[in-house]
């Protein structure tokens, strides 16, 4: 089993930039996948990016070019920077980890609220 806990949303002007990084309860090293997802008021979940264990990404057509994510497996942390923001961009953040074994189980954090005003 495995905890995550988000930090860095807030409040950002259409433009600027914010990271946000997740916090592993244990080592992610043998994670499969971890990624970031978001999900805007009125609207479904979706995928913004995604890291593989062997450090593979991918990125929502939307967000290419200008987020990035990244894995520290020595920190257990995974981290999202997001640069050139858009008010499209607002919406609550969460991290997710994806274990595959004998079975697939599947975890996520709390979310972190992440607003771009215009």
């Known amino acids: 089993q495995v905890q995550l806990v988000e930090s860095g949303g807030g409040l950002v002007q259409a433009g600027g930039s914010l990271r946000l990084s997740c916090a592993a309860s244990?080592?992610?090293?043998?994670?499969?996948?971890m990624g970031w997802y978001r999900q805007a008021p009125g609207k479904q979940r979706e995928l913004v990016a995604s890291?593989?264990?062997?450090?593979?990404?991918n990125y929502a057509d939307s967000v290419k070019g200008r987020f990035t994510i990244s894995r520290d497996n020595a920190k257990n942390t995974v981290n999202l920077q997001m640069n050139s923001l858009k008010p499209e961009d607002t919406a609550v953040y969460y991290c997710?980890?994806?274990?595959?074994?004998?079975?697939?189980?599947?975890?996520w954090g709390q979310g972190t609220q992440v607003t771009v005003s215009s």
């Open positions: 244990r080592s992610i090293f043998s994670i499969n996948n």
């Open positions: 890291i593989a264990k062997g450090a593979s990404t």
């Open positions: 997710n980890a994806v274990i595959v074994g004998g079975m697939t189980l599947t975890y």
